[in-house]
């Protein structure tokens, strides 16, 4: 059983459309992570949440807006995606801060795909 | 930029066969660690070796990192059908970003 939670688990949108992943860990992490990962390729990191402050966006394309509302929560908005953004999301969690790369801890992702 | 680099990036062995899969950063590593993703699932940690010539073992599993901490390796003993999946290699990545992944190697196991 994994201990960061990912809902939806697949998600089908309209390149219009709004939607939102979401993510939650009960561990006390303080650093929180989204990444996106094409078949056959390793993850690809998106966003760095770090006490619940947004520390690293990976020049990521504004159509993704993330959100951390509490320590336990992260939010992927999602506006107006390109069928190339068809992917898994994984959300990830780690119990230090981002810095010197501390092990993660994964939910088994979203599956996107965009039509 | 900062890369860690991993071969072979596909193989596949006999069950019982031994396995290695190696990793190479292009830089100095504060530490380096492991993950195995199945097929279909997540990125699951494994382990994380700090140490200059750490060797540490897990069951059938055994990990290396080098005495210069820019390489590392993972060698499976007597492969099994669940042992199949991608593993992949990340360290901490310089100039302001997180872990840099490997990769990956994907290990394919026929009975």
């Known amino acids: 059983d994994t201990e960061v939670t990912q809902t939806p688990k697949h998600l089908v949108m309209g390149m219009t459309n709004k939607k939102s992943l979401k993510c939650e860990q009960h561990m006390g992490h303080r650093a929180m992570y989204w990444y996106k990962q094409k078949a056959k390729k390793p993850p690809e990191l998106m966003f760095v949440?770090?006490?619940?402050?947004?520390?690293i966006n990976e020049s990521v394309p504004s159509r993704f807006s993330p959100e951390c509302p509490n320590s336990s929560l992260l939010n992927l908005h999602l506006h107006a995606l390109q069928p190339e953004d068809s992917a898994l999301y994984l959300c990830?969690?780690?119990?230090?801060?981002?810095?010197?790369?501390?092990?993660?801890?994964f939910g088994d992702g979203t599956r996107l795909s965009i039509l | 930029g900062q890369q860690v680099m991993q071969i072979p990036q596909y193989q596949h062995v006999q069950e019982g066969e031994d396995f290695t899969t190696y990793c190479n950063s292009s830089t100095t590593l504060s530490n380096i660690q492991w993950y195995k993703q199945r097929p279909g699932g997540h990125p699951v940690f494994l382990i994380q070796?700090?140490?200059?010539?750490e060797v540490k073992k897990q069951k059938r599993l055994t990990f290396q990192f080098g005495e210069a901490k820019k390489n590392s390796s993972l060698h499976i003993t007597a492969t099994q059908t669940t042992d199949v999946g991608t593993y992949f290699c990340a360290g901490p990545g310089q100039a302001g970003t997180a872990l840099i992944f490997g990769k990956g190697t994907t290990l394919s196991v026929s009975s």
């Open positions: 949440y770090s006490y619940e402050k947004l520390s």
């Open positions: 990830a969690s780690s119990q230090g801060p981002w810095r010197g790369g501390q092990p993660q801890h």
């Open positions: 070796l700090v140490k200059s010539g």
